[in-house]
């Protein structure tokens, strides 16, 4: 039995915990004092510490009356036993770190958050294998050290979020990258979850004696329910496999400068071609438009943009040229040994030579060798080409799988205070405004066109810079990512209305959103008539019939 919260223990939870938190709990208060018998007093937190849960760079507030801290499976399970039994709703975060899509901060008020970050663990590498085996709080930056110190040559499935960010979590939401495994979750062979009445989820082959079969084959055996976890609250997953790909004798990267807009559909076509045809020899593309690059390579002109406007196009064209940059840039990584890079090289340039004047390869030795001319070269010319020596010097590493914070800067760009030199960059703590609208765009001229001419078209109409970036994310699909910058919250209103102008022209031509952020999921859930919804309602009322596990995520209110 649990002991009951003593007069000062109840005095203090109500101080820390605002009466209007309590709203639709059972018994907090007898949730408390389990949870702090099961984890320990440091594992509950009540106080001051739920800041950092409760807001995120969108914008958005939640409420949040208690944060759990555990560290084992066992405790997770023990801390969904106590929620089932006094009625508290809960949602689990790996490291908090979705930056753009709601951070730490659950999809709906007054939810209890649930804490993986302690659970850090690298449980495994099989070093013939090249699988994986993590805890949720392991990061892209500590696998990559796991991997290091054990002189283990596999690459981190890196993305632009950096190396604070959970594995676990951006599988979970189906992130990708660019290296060899782009789709993150493609890459999940099995997992554990502890589903919502606190038992063990296993796949069939681990629950029959097969645990090494069962982490090489994601199929497993029967109906695939591992899929179930991703994008859901069907339960919390405590443990994952993933596959790595190992790191191959070469690693080139390329740079097509587009100068002319028309080119466009051509890049598309040809950049299609090329990955269907490509075997496995050429990793993700981006094509990037001008405002993009001008995020990575220029500080926000502020002085010349009137708050709450965007950068005119006239003054972009001009800024761009100035820093030397094209109206679009593809890029792309090539990975294999050193005749197969050679082949693709070949192949890259005689498909895209008659649609840019300028088409670069780079290794880690050229980049170095960049760096010793840099060196030699007069002041004036040496900031602007060491900026891009730099670049290009930590994009292969991204492409190599070392994570690093590159891109990470652009939630910064117009944000009052620079991006931190002293500690990791977190957009969330630092005030950053940033919503990323990330719809799927098949990979035709003609889809490609209309589609950014809807996001030039409406951006500006709300004081929103079009930053768009095209990446490939199969031989058939590109995921778009506009990240919808904004300043504080006196123009987050803007920002939502922006993110819905953009969802409904989108939708008009097939082109949705991957993935929502916490204040849009419900314009997809709220489709209450649709088949896939009404299945996804049955099967989440089915395992969690209270609706206790991270209530209003990616599942139709009940």
């Known amino acids: 039995m649990s002991r009951p919260l003593d007069r000062q223990s109840r005095a203090e939870l109500a101080a820390a915990v605002p009466p209007a938190d309590l709203t639709g709990f059972v018994d907090l208060a007898r949730a408390v004092s389990l949870w702090r018998e099961a984890l320990g007093e440091d594992a509950v937190i009540v106080g001051d510490g739920r800041q950092k849960y409760q807001n995120d760079c969108i914008s958005v507030h939640r409420r949040v009356p208690v944060v759990l801290r555990p560290d084992t499976t066992a405790a997770v399970q023990r801390v969904v036993e106590i929620a089932r039994s006094c009625q508290v709703p809960i949602h689990p975060i790996s490291t908090g770190?979705?930056?753009g899509y709601g951070g730490a901060a659950p999809s709906k008020d007054r939810c209890v958050v649930v804490d993986l970050s302690g659970m850090?663990?690298?449980?495994?590498v099989d070093p013939q294998l090249g699988l994986a085996t993590i805890e949720p709080g392991v990061t892209q930056g500590a696998l990559r050290a796991y991997l290091d110190e054990r002189g283990l040559q596999f690459m981190v499935p890196t993305t632009g979020a950096g190396p604070t960010c959970?594995?676990?979590g951006n599988a979970l939401e189906r992130g990708y990258g660019i290296t060899p495994h782009s789709d993150h979750f493609s890459a999940v062979r099995s997992?554990?979850?502890?589903?919502?009445?606190g038992s063990l989820y296993e796949s069939a082959l681990t629950s029959f004696g097969a645990p090494l079969a069962d982490k090489g084959h994601k199929w497993g055996v029967g109906p695939y329910v591992d899929g179930l976890f991703s994008q859901s609250g069907f339960g919390i997953v405590t443990e994952m496999t993933i596959a790595l790909a190992p790191l191959p004798d070469s690693v080139q990267a390329f740079m097509v400068d587009i100068e002319d807009d028309d080119q466009l559909e051509a890049?598309?076509?040809e950049v299609r071609d090329l990955i269907q045809r490509s075997g496995g020899g050429l990793g993700g593309v981006n094509l990037m438009n001008r405002l993009r690059l001008l995020s990575m390579f220029a500080p926000y002109p502020r002085q010349n943009v009137e708050p709450g406007q965007a950068i005119d196009p006239l003054m972009a064209e001009s800024l761009g040229r100035k820093s030397g940059l094209p109206t679009w840039l593809g890029l792309g990584a090539l990975y294999g040994d050193d005749e197969v890079v050679a082949g693709m090289r070949h192949a890259v340039r005689r498909r895209l030579k008659k649609h840019s004047a300028r088409i670069r390869f780079f290794?880690?030795?050229?980049?170095?060798?960049?760096?010793?001319?840099?060196?030699?070269?007069?002041g004036p010319f040496r900031s602007s080409l060491e900026r891009r020596v730099l670049m290009a010097s930590e994009l292969l590493e991204i492409l190599s799988g070392r994570p690093r914070e590159t891109a990470l800067k652009l939630a910064y760009w117009k944000a009052s205070t620079p991006p931190p030199t002293d500690r990791p960059m977190d957009p969330a703590r630092d005030g950053c405004g940033?919503?990323?609208?990330?719809?799927?765009?098949p990979m035709r001229a003609a889809e490609a066109r209309t589609y950014v001419n809807i996001v030039n078209d409406i951006c500006p109409d709300y004081g929103i810079d079009p930053l768009i970036t095209l990446t490939t994310v199969s031989d058939q699909c590109f995921d778009s990512t506009v990240p919808i910058l904004f300043e504080g919250p006196n123009q987050a209103d803007r920002a939502h209305a922006c993110y819905d102008a953009l969802f409904d022209a989108c939708q008009v031509h097939g082109f949705l959103p991957y993935r929502m952020n916490l204040r849009s999921m419900s314009r997809y859930t709220d489709q209450v008539d649709s088949p896939y919804w009404k299945t996804v309602h049955r099967l989440k009322s089915a395992l969690d019939p209270n609706n206790l596990m991270s209530p209003g995520r990616y599942a139709p209110p009940y």
């Open 97 to 99: 770190n979705n930056w």
């Open 191 to 197: 997992l554990r979850a502890v589903l919502p009445d």
């Open 120 to 124: 850090d663990r690298v449980i495994s």
């Open 434 to 441: 940033v919503i990323w609208f990330a719809p799927l765009v």
């Open 166 to 168: 959970s594995l676990v």
């Open 267 to 269: 890049v598309v076509e």
């Open 363 to 378: 290794s880690k030795r050229s980049v170095s060798q960049a760096k010793w001319m840099v060196r030699c070269l007069p």
